[in-house]
């Protein structure tokens, strides 16, 4: 079976629109509590691969604080390559399905960097509320 490891998880917090690391979450079936995304959408959690930004960290050689671009979670140990819009994954108690890869125009900036990183965003609906907790495997199915 395939699988990684949940690293981070973060919100942008619908109160002061900053950043939190909140370590572990209480998924819902509209996605994260209190983050600004959580609503009925299809963009309800968003993931960023550990992989990009390892890559990212040794092209521009700053180091990289969680949540900097905006994603719910990082996630190492996946080929997210070869996934796809449709496919599900579980983490703790929580069923995730892709519903988008990649930021639409709008999400960018325009610069490079960002581009980059946004290109490989992955975007989830829950399927199944849980708990998820920095640290848990993360499963295909």
């Known amino acids: 079976m395939n699988y990684g490891e949940l690293k981070s998880v973060c919100i942008k917090s619908k109160q002061d629109g900053m950043i939190h690391s909140i370590g572990q979450a209480d998924l819902i079936k ?6 600004v995304h959580c609503d009925d959408g299809d963009l309800q959690v968003s993931i960023l691969p550990e992989k990009i930004i390892i890559e990212h960290e040794k092209k521009t050689g700053e ?10 979670l990082v ?4 080929d997210f390559k070869s996934l796809k819009v449709g496919d599900s994954f579980s ?4 069923r995730l399905m892709i519903t988008q890869i ?10 490079i960097c960002k581009d980059s990183m946004h290109n490989n965003f992955i975007f989830c609906r829950v399927t199944v509320a849980g708990i998820i907790t920095t640290g848990d495997q993360v499963y295909l199915d």
């Open 75 to 78: 996630i190492s140990n996946i």
């Open 91 to 94: 983490i703790g108690d929580a």
């Open 102 to 111: 990649g930021a639409s125009k709008s999400k960018r900036d325009g610069s």
């Open 30 to 35: 509209t996605g994260i509590p209190n983050d």
């Open 63 to 72: 180091k990289y604080e969680y949540g900097k671009f905006g994603e719910n």
